[in-house]
């Protein structure tokens, strides 16, 4: 069994001091075995903010896998914004951008989805290179969990509106994920939780607790923003996630009067290995 805590954009800069005070506290009494942050722990990239981030980082005990979200580019100066967007992460943060993390039971791989610019309107969308996913494929024989974490959704989740651009490339990740079995992919940028499958014949559907997953099925798994006042119709939350042999169990954790608390479980199970 592997304990995965799965956080998501904090936005040091927006912060609220006393959430991220319980936040740390409630990491602690979790005891994960690794904890995935999928992106954006600044709000404007500045200095500030990442010391802030990297004090953050240096009272999680556990290991940790952490990416880039698009907050973590700085938009000024812009020779650094075009030329060299990630000096500030790889000073404060990590040097990688690619983490990864294992047992002898799950292996976790970073995706750097984050991008200065792009060929759309929207410069926060996001891109995944096809080396990128060249890279996820080297794990398609790999016998463990495969658990992927990036910034920007590959998929709508509960958003029926469709009001928000997913990441260019995110189809191909998914198609990649799905020729192997057990796979998830963690991710934030749209500040709300949910978990939804989905496979090459049928899509994205809603997961639903007790479901089976069939083999090339692949959960998404988003994650709410854990510590900031950037609420979009849903509280501050955090998962944890349960990785066993027989299945997969989701719980989200919400903050509501004060304390974190367990608000819902989502019990999930290996078929057709």
């Known amino acids: 069994m592997t ?3 799965h956080i998501s954009d904090i936005h040091f800069g927006r912060e609220v001091p006393e959430i991220v005070t319980a936040l740390l506290a409630d990491l602690a009494a979790a005891s994960p075995d690794v904890v995935v942050i999928s992106g954006d722990l600044t709000q404007l990239g500045s200095h500030g903010e990442f010391t802030a981030a990297r004090a953050f980082l240096d009272r999680i005990a556990a290991p940790y896998v952490v990416v880039p979200g698009n907050h973590d580019i700085a938009a000024f100066p812009l020779w650094e914004l075009f030329f060299a967007p990630f000096t500030r992460w790889r000073r404060y943060i990590t040097q990688g951008l690619a983490p990864e993390w294992s047992n002898a039971a799950v292996l976790v791989k970073g995706v750097n989805s984050a991008r200065p610019f792009g060929p759309y309107l929207n410069w926060s969308r996001g891109r995944i290179a096809p080396a990128q996913i060249a890279a996820v494929a080297t794990a398609e024989r790999d016998p463990r969990v495969l658990v992927v974490t990036a910034h920007h959704p590959v998929a709508y989740g509960d958003d029926t509106g469709h009001d928000y651009d997913l990441v260019t490339r995110g189809d191909a990740l998914l198609a990649t994920l799905a020729k192997r079995s057990r796979s998830l992919i963690l991710l934030g940028h749209r500040h709300r939780s949910h978990a939804s499958l ?10 639903a607790t007790g479901a089976a997953m069939a083999r090339d099925d692949v959960l998404i798994v988003h994650a709410g923003t854990a510590t900031s ?8 939350s955090w998962n944890l ?9 989701i719980e989200m954790r919400q903050y509501a009067s004060g304390s974190w608390a367990t608000a819902s479980r989502l019990e999930l199970f290996w078929s057709g290995l």
């Open 229 to 236: 006042d950037r609420l979009r119709g849903q509280v501050n």
């Open 3 to 5: 304990v995965v805590a």
């Open 241 to 249: 996630i349960t990785l066993a042999g027989e299945g997969v169990e």
């Open 198 to 207: 989905w496979s090459p014949a049928a899509g994205e559907r809603t997961a």
